[in-house]
């Protein structure tokens, strides 16, 4: 009996480039990722991914949009209901619980950052920060100090994480983490 493999649906196939893209931006950024390697992983062809997203740089602009929408989520998800600092609380706990772990979503949003060099990505990265920070505030509806904190651990953190250091095995990393959980 013949196996008819069945065919993906044009999102999908979209999706499908997506993750892929995810996985070989993190690892080599803009620059060094293959749009070639990207079509093998989500099993098409590559004239088929520039179909889908016209140039690298605009698949990689959706790749960096996709992960500030799934961090807003996961925030509006970890927050629903709660307000003040039980809101940045929930979270932060989402963010480091979820986020931080995955390698792959991490080294993605720090070559986000080293990209911004180019305009219309910095243009994506700031855009998908700011609704970060907006849902931050509004949410908890705390003061700038409180809401600035709660990024500027978080970011502090991404750095700490890139370097594998999510157990704070180092002594100066469980002091430095200790000093801005301090209110």
């Known amino acids: 009996m013949a196996v008819t493999a069945q065919r993906k649906s044009a999102e999908e196939r979209r999706e499908a480039v997506l993750e892929a893209a ?7 950024g803009l620059d060094g990722a293959s749009t070639e390697a990207i079509a093998a992983k989500a099993g098409i062809s590559q004239p088929y991914v520039f179909r889908l997203f016209g140039t690298k740089k605009e698949l990689f602009k959706a790749v960096v949009s996709r992960c500030f929408r799934q961090t807003l989520e996961r ?6 209901g709660k307000r003040g600092e039980e809101a940045l609380e929930a979270m932060g706990k989402a963010y480091v619980e979820e986020l931080l772990p ?3 979503f991490l080294r993605s949003q720090m070559q986000a950052y080293a990209a911004c060099e180019d305009d219309e990505i910095r243009e994506v990265v700031r855009h998908g920060y700011g609704d970060l920070v907006a849902y931050a505030e509004r949410v908890s509806g705390l003061p700038p100090e409180a809401v600035g904190r709660f990024f ?6 991404n750095v700490i994480a890139s370097m594998g250091l999510q157990n704070l095995e180092e002594p100066w990393a469980a002091r430095l983490v200790a000093g801005v959980k301090t209110k």
């Open 75 to 80: 925030f509006q998800r970890a927050a629903e």
């Open 152 to 157: 500027a651990t978080g970011m502090l953190l």
């Open 22 to 28: 995810l996985e070989e931006f993190a690892a080599r």
């Open 102 to 104: 995955d390698r792959t």
